[in-house]
């Protein structure tokens, strides 16, 4: 399974089929925050103000072998956007 961490990926199949999902880390512990959203700057838009009719969720991870069972249950086929870049990421990513 391909997962990409701090990267936008485009969902191409699954039960959130063309949403978007961002695999966040941060250095000071080991889980990782899965985030998808219907829009792809995942509810802010360039001036950081709140994207209406936007919709997300998040979820813990706390290892990379449960990510990638959650994308091969939930997202099978990910389109990863190299050049996408979010503003919005916190200068605690690892």
């Not at 391909?2 to 485009?10: K, L, S």
């Amino acid at each position: 399974m391909d997962v990409r961490i701090h990267t936008v990926g485009h969902i191409l199949d699954g039960k959130y089929r063309g949403w978007y999902v961002f695999v966040q880390t941060y250095r000071q512990n080991s889980n990782y925050l899965i985030l998808i959203a219907n829009d792809i700057m995942f509810g802010r838009d360039d001036d950081a103000k709140l994207i209406q009719g936007h919709e997300g969720y998040d979820n813990w991870m706390p290892n990379i072998e449960s990510v990638e069972h959650l994308f091969e249950r939930d997202y099978p086929q990910v389109k990863w956007l190299e050049d996408v870049k979010l503003k919005w990421q916190p200068d605690v990513l690892d």
